[in-house]
């Protein structure tokens, strides 16, 4: 029987194969270093597999062929309308989201005609991508996010000879717009190469502008930093329960203590908390080969243990954020399995446990293209933040990319910096090893909706997760579509109380709580049932304002009635001393 070697990524390879892997890896990784985020042999077989569908469907070619004509004599028609009316009504119209052409310059041709010109090819060629007979559903989604992509860089929105906007500010600053567009262009590169952050960042320092709630670092492993902060002034008790906050691992933790206007962790305190945080390590080329695994016993548990030492006896609320809350899923339902209750309750913020409709994120997910990150981040032993924050920049381009270029190097008009932004900037990496066995394990996978991940050499099964559960999604978000969070109602059956907030992954969780807004929020009991989402959304509650004040109240009522007075910083004699003033050392990692 032929030998076998494990690889971190994808397993047992007999040692007789191993040195012809190695020239593939080799070949892997080159290509990696002129990647785009989209792996070109993906891409390419998406494009054969569309053409060869569509070369085999006459009557797709025909529906193609008569919507091209009508749209062409729509559009030549509206050209002869505008002569004798220059407000007559447009052929098409941009959706709610496409600002592009919202200015009054766009409505007078021949910019009009442009837009319109531009909108229609774009519907055009959303419809020839989209339901050719035969075509593979990935491959589908993947070519037609494509062309939008390559035929968004052509709108005329982004050119400066088109766009009405730029000529207008051009002839009024005559011709400084320009001079300062290019000054704008060549300071952020210098910055891009020198590895400096955006222009403004500067204003938003880490434990003064931002990260600023004071607290304590209490405990400190190879991975994380669990900082306790400080109860609000002139409080004489908390709450029994204390809050325990678990960040994505693929951010840094300070976006849940932004500007103390937007700062989740000093909404908690202000309601009463007492409130613990993980700031994750940002890992090197020497962490490539921490796992999955090691980020929950590392992290979530022993933030859980440092935490029932500091405060004995007393149950935790636990709360993450997006790949946090799937990590504290995960290590909930363990204990669970284990029996182990210290958790009083569990609430989980834009996190999916349940991939099998992960959003638009999935197009950058087959076994093709993690083949092709995964050489990528085998040659570094990790996954910059830059290839990360490619994915995302690839699905909102035109808010993200497209108009903050224009606005900056053809009108000479800087975005203002703000919080959000700046800690945008503020990167991470992922290690090697777990970032491929969790894209592999959860996106191609669905392990844990499966109950084929293991913890403790257990399998992980959701259902035995027995705290009451608070769970967000937002209306918009692209990053844990609302309705695949919604799918634990069908994996879990704890008590849950599902909240759909409106906006999106970053802007409907992190956000002002006197401002305006809206949100739907229902309780099931215990009783198991799973109602489709569409029929959750029609029965539950609708409530203007944001949900913060619903979660604190849903907190207070999961807590003990009586209120104790203020913990000590950390517990030196239970071998938790203070070790340094909160935001810590962790988060100015580089």
């Known amino acids: 029987m032929e030998e076998t070697v494990n690889s971190p990524a994808t397993g047992p390879t007999p040692t007789g194969a191993a040195p012809y892997r190695a020239i593939d890896r080799l070949r892997e990784a080159m290509a990696a270093g002129f990647g785009t985020g989209v792996s070109p042999l993906a891409l390419g077989m998406a494009l054969m597999d569309w053409s060869a569908h569509l070369a ?92 939008q992509q390559w035929l968004d860089m052509a709108s005329p929105a982004n050119l400066p000879f088109t766009n009405p906007e730029v000529i207008t500010r051009t002839l009024e600053t005559a011709g400084l717009s320009q001079w300062v567009g290019m000054r704008n262009w060549a300071e952020d590169m210098a910055r891009l ?19 600023a709630s004071p607290g304590k670092v209490v405990y400190r492993n190879h991975l994380i930093e669990l900082i306790q902060y400080a109860p609000a002034p002139d409080t004489d008790t908390v709450l029994a329960e204390p809050v325990l906050l678990v960040p994505a691992w693929i951010m840094k933790y300070y976006i849940l203590d932004l500007s103390p206007e937007n700062s989740l962790v000093r909404h908690l305190v202000r309601a009463g908390h007492t409130v613990f945080c993980i700031s994750w390590r940002n890992p090197t080329a020497e962490d490539r080969d921490l796992t999955l695994e ?31 809350g799937t990590l504290l899923a995960i290590a909930a339902a363990a204990m669970g ?27 950058f997910i087959d076994h093709d293209q993690l083949n092709s990150l995964e ?32 606005r900056a190097y053809l009108m000479g008009e800087r975005e203002p910096m703000t919080d959000i932004l700046a800690w945008s900037s503020d990167s991470t990496r992922m290690p090697y090893r777990m970032q491929g066995e969790y894209l592999r394990r959860f ?20 259902r035995n997760i027995r705290a009451p559960v608070f769970a967000v999604g937002t209306e918009e978000d692209y990053v844990a579509p609302w309705r695949s969070v919604y799918r634990l109602h069908c994996l ?82 239970a071998g938790y001393p203070v070790l340094e003033d909160a935001p810590g050392s962790y988060v100015r990692q580089r």
């Open 56 to 147: 085999a469907a006459p009557g797709k070619r025909l529906q193609l062929a008569d919507k091209a004509a009508r749209e062409a004599a729509a559009l030549l028609t509206h050209a002869a309308a505008l002569a004798a009316d220059p407000a007559a009504e447009p052929v098409i119209r941009p959706g709610p989201q496409d600002r592009r052409f919202a200015a009054a310059a766009w409505q007078n041709p021949p910019f009009s005609l442009w837009a319109q010109g531009f909108l229609l090819a774009r519907q055009w060629w959303q419809e020839a991508t989209r339901d050719v007979p035969g075509v593979d559903p990935h491959r589908e989604n993947l070519l037609s996010a494509m062309v």
């Open 193 to 211: 190469a020198a590895g400096k952050p955006p222009v403004g960042t500067e204003r938003f320092r880490v434990g003064q502008e931002v990260a």
């Open 294 to 324: 090691d980020y929950r016993s590392l992290g979530v548990m022993a933030a859980v243990d440092a935490i029932s030492a500091i405060l004995p006896g007393r149950g935790i609320h636990a709360a993450g954020y997006c790949l946090g």
């Open 337 to 363: 399995g284990a029996r182990d209750d210290r958790l009083a309750s569990i609430s989980l913020l834009a996190a999916q446990t349940d991939f099998a409709e992960p959003g638009e994120l999935g197009l």
């Open 375 to 406: 050489g990528a981040m085998r040659q570094r032993g990790y996954l910059t933040a830059e290839q990360m924050l490619g994915a995302f920049r690839f699905l909102r381009s035109n808010d993200l990319v497209w108009s903050r270029m224009v």
């Open 443 to 462: 996106y191609l996978e669905n392990a844990l909706a499966g109950d084929r991940l293991l913890a403790d050499g257990r399998p992980v099964a959701l």
């Open 492 to 573: 879990s059956d704890a008590e849950l109380t599902f909240v759909l907030g409106d906006r999106d992954h970053l802007a409907g969780i992190i956000l002002d709580p006197t401002g305006p807004g809206h949100h739907r929020i229902a309780t099931r009991g215990r009783d198991g049932t799973c109602l489709p989402s569409d029929d959750w959304l029609h029965a539950a509650a609708l409530r203007e304002g944001c949900w913060w004040p619903a979660w604190t109240d849903w907190l207070a009522r999961h807590s003990a009635a009586e209120r104790v007075a203020p913990p000590a910083m950390g517990a030196a004699a």
